[in-house]
């Protein structure tokens, strides 16, 4: 008896598909660079940008590992010191900045004003 034809597969990828692959990119790159891995998504806009998160680490690591990733990647090079790329929001620094035409975001907890 023949074998029966198989539907098609969807010929598509979803945008957690593309954001998986972008997490497996950045990471191997960070880790060649000594750099502990992020959790990294697309932001939502008309133009591409990558948001690095390292939520998955303690509070206090937080900024640290942050701040790995923004000197490493040289984007703390051309700060543009009349704009400032950080931010406060909510319960969040936000750090913004570009590489070429492309935004990077990170994130991580304000310090809490009561502690200091």
């Known amino acids: ?15 957690e598909d593309i954001e998986l692959l972008i997490a497996v990119a ?6 060649r ?13 008309d133009f591409v940008h990558f948001i690095g ?4 680490y303690t509070r206090d ?3 640290e590992i942050i701040e790995d990733w923004i000197a490493e990647l040289g984007l703390a090079d051309s700060i543009d010191p009349l704009g400032p790329p950080l931010d406060r929001r909510g ?3 936000v750090w913004t900045g570009s590489i070429g035409a ?6 991580y907890p ?3 004003p009561a502690a200091g």
Do not use: C
């Open 91 to 93: 319960a969040d620094m």
């Open 1 to 15: 008896m023949p074998d029966a034809p198989h539907p098609p597969r969807p010929r598509f990828l979803r945008r």
């Open 53 to 56: 998160s390292a939520d998955a």
């Open 61 to 63: 690591s937080r900024q």
């Open 26 to 31: 950045w990471n191997e790159e960070g880790g």
């Open 110 to 112: 304000a310090p809490d």
């Open 102 to 107: 492309i935004g990077m975001q990170f994130r």
């Open 33 to 45: 660079r000594g750099l502990r891995p992020l959790a990294w998504r697309l932001g939502d806009a």
